[in-house]
């Protein structure tokens, strides 16, 4: 009884003995999984914008309903006339339903209240930069504009995307390397990549039409 007893713990604490071991290795192959460096690489480009909304108000009062629908007809087709007389295709032209305020006050100067919007979508974007400075032209017509406002977007973003990530990586990579000389080890495989978000902004406030674009990649590298 006592020989098997014996046996027993005998058998117990080999199987212990492996599992540490098992333990150990493990451990140690953890942690040069875990040897690693984690690098950000930046790149930034200047583009010029393919697509420009240009957004034109004017208001309308009056007293009256049909005073009120021919000034508003009469100023659209201003408008209009004006933008195609600038070289912009009618198909590029839209008018936005009107938007009537009734004022109902008893001392309120006009009882009828209009904002009617038109807006020109072209990827004439030179063309939009310079008739938009010409609007005063507008004014001397009788319009009362009340909103005179351009957007400009870049919308091709993947004709650049594989350069610009080309050029992250690079430079993280290029970070990494120098990272792993000063540090007496050598650069292995990426364990973890983050392309990044790319972001769009006016290159500065004076030229909206020109946009840079910037993304950031975050790449993980495994060091030896």
Do not use: H
């Not at 108000?57 to 009256?64: A, E, G, H, I, T």
């Not at 400075?133 to 091709?156: P, R, W, Y």
């Not at 120098?178 to 540090?183: D, G, K, L, Y």
């Amino acid at each position: 009884m006592e020989n098997i007893k014996n046996y027993s713990i005998w058998i117990i604490s080999g199987v212990l003995l492996i599992f540490a071991l098992l333990c150990f290795f493990a451990a140690k192959d953890f942690s040069k999984q875990q040897s690693y460096v984690e690098v950000k690489g930046l790149s930034e480009k200047i583009v010029k914008a393919d697509v420009a909304i240009w957004s034109i108000s004017f208001d309308v009062k009056s007293n009256d309903v049909d005073s009120l629908y021919a000034s508003i007809e009469k100023d659209t087709a201003i408008i209009n006339s004006w933008l195609l007389s600038k070289g912009f295709e009618a198909s590029e032209i839209n008018v936005a339903p009107v938007n009537i305020y009734q004022d109902t006050y008893k001392d309120s100067l006009f009882r009828y209240n209009s904002t009617t919007q038109l807006s020109v979508y072209t990827k004439k974007v030179d063309l939009i930069k310079s008739s938009s400075k010409d609007t005063l032209s507008l004014v001397k017509q009788g319009i009362a504009m009340s909103q005179n406002s351009i957007v400009f977007e870049f919308s091709d973003i993947n004709s650049v995307k594989p350069e610009m990530l080309a050029e992250a990586i690079k430079n993280a990579k290029d970070t990494a390397i120098q990272f792993a000389q000063e540090s007496g080890s050598s650069l292995g495989s990426v364990s973890r990549g983050n392309q990044g978000v790319f972001d769009i902004t006016d290159k500065d406030p004076g030229s909206p039409e020109y946009k840079k674009i910037r993304v950031v990649s975050t790449l993980r590298f495994l060091l030896k």
